[in-house]
């Protein structure tokens, strides 16, 4: 495994969690790291981007607003800052990483993934 998140565990709604992903220097390298999503009984979605210059980045609109994607370049890790969590946002979090020059929220397109860490929110 070469992506590992960690962060997740239990929030009330409007509170925060900060949710963090360990890669390899390799796949921290890739352009694109992305955060999904997928909660019980439905399919797996993408909900913010960042490119591997860290200063751009791409937020679906059902975070849009509040979660903030970043990267520490120094530890080699992606994080997703949750703030005013909604019931809503539970699920399963997962990181991925892809190469090509344009990223997207496609899963599809998304070659190396994490385990996820659950988040729940009540």
């Known amino acids: 495994v070469q992506l590992v998140e960690s962060g997740g565990g239990s929030v009330q709604a409007g509170g925060s969690l900060r949710l963090s992903c360990a890669s390899s220097?390799?796949?921290?390298?890739?352009?694109?790291l992305g955060w999904f999503r997928q909660a019980p009984g439905k399919e797996r979605e993408g909900i913010a981007y960042?490119?591997?210059?860290?200063?751009?980045?791409y937020y679906a609109d059902s975070v849009k607003g509040r979660f903030t994607i970043s990267r520490d370049n120094s530890l080699s890790r992606l994080l997703l800052r949750m703030s005013s969590p909604k019931p809503e946002d539970t699920g399963m979090y997962f990181c991925?990483?892809?190469?090509?020059?344009?990223?997207?929220?496609?899963?599809?397109?998304?070659?190396?993934w994490g385990q996820g860490t659950q988040v729940t929110v009540s």
């Open positions: 960042i490119y591997s210059s860290g200063d751009s980045t």
């Open positions: 991925a990483a892809r190469d090509g020059n344009s990223c997207s929220l496609e899963r599809n397109e998304y070659n190396y």
């Open positions: 220097r390799y796949i921290y390298s890739r352009n694109c």
